[in-house]
Every structure is written in structure tokens, then in C-alpha cells.
């Protein structure tokens, strides 16, 4: 039984022609820029590296790494596309259409994209947001140990009761 190519999505395709951006940038060619990747752990032809910028080659999670190491760039630089301002729509996997901004700052951590399916459904369950914080590492978050996270688990629940009181769903 033949095997289905997996198509490349949005964000893959924003990937793709941002590596080929990048390279050029820098002024290298595909040999130049894996010669720069033989240097890594995860070393790439220069026909491969042709490949992925023509989109017959998906990136893996481990080929963005290594690229972006390789050119120099962080990761997120490779995974948004260049837009002349943070108000410009961008369509990314996943997400859909969103505020080039907005994407930034979610691949930054700092906070979710406001997509139009979270817009229709307000979050019943409190650890649902709470679960946006603490998905981060505590040294991001300043928290130390396991009980100021329950800390936080437990403020968030009185917060989302106070709500519920307020909008006079309990």
C-alpha cells in the first residue's frame, strides 16, 4: 500500500521560504549553508537544503533547530513570516489566521493568540488558563516550588468562583 505524502502546512511553508530568505540575507549558497550544518548534529546536503526551500521537503522539529543555529537566527525567526507590522494577519498551523503580533508573543510564551474559536468559548475550567502559565517553566514564572504553584492553582480557583458569583452563575 502506496503511503500519502504529508502535505506541508501554513507554518511549514512560512518556514521553508524563511530559510531561503535567511540564507540569502547572509549572502550563502546551499553549499555554503550546508557546510554550516555539517558543523551540527544534524548535518544536511546541500540538495536537501534545495528541497526544503522549494517545499519537496518537510522540516522536521530537529531540522529547525540545526538551521537556525546554523544561520545564526533564533527558531522564531524562521517560524513567522516577516510582515511590515505586528497588525498584519499571518496564518499559522494550528491557529489560523492571527495578528502577526499575537503570534510572536504565543512562540515567545507570553501569552495565547485570541483565535475566534477561544473568542466563542469562554473557559469553564479555571486550570485551562492557569494551564498557560504553568506550561512555562517555573524560572519563567519566578515560582520556586510546588506550593506556590498550589498557591497560584488554588487564587485562580477562588478568582474564577468570584467571576461565576458576579456574573450570577452560581
Known sequence: ???RRVEIGPTGDTV???IARTRQDQRLTLRQLADLLAE?????SYTTLSQIENGARRVDVDDLMSLAVALNVSPIVLLTD????GS???TATGLGDVEARDLWDWLRAERFP???RLAESPVADP??????ILGRPNWVNGIADQAQIDEIRNLSHQLQRIVRRFDGDD
Do not use: C, F, Q, Y
Open 1 to 3: 500500500m502506496a503511503t
Open 88 to 90: 498584519e494577519t499571518v
Open 114 to 116: 485570541i483565535t475566534k
Open 40 to 44: 551540527t548534529d544534524r548535518p544536511m
Open 82 to 85: 516577516r510582515t511590515k507590522s
Open 16 to 18: 521553508r521560504r524563511n
Open 127 to 132: 486550570d485551562a488558563d492557569l494551564g498557560w
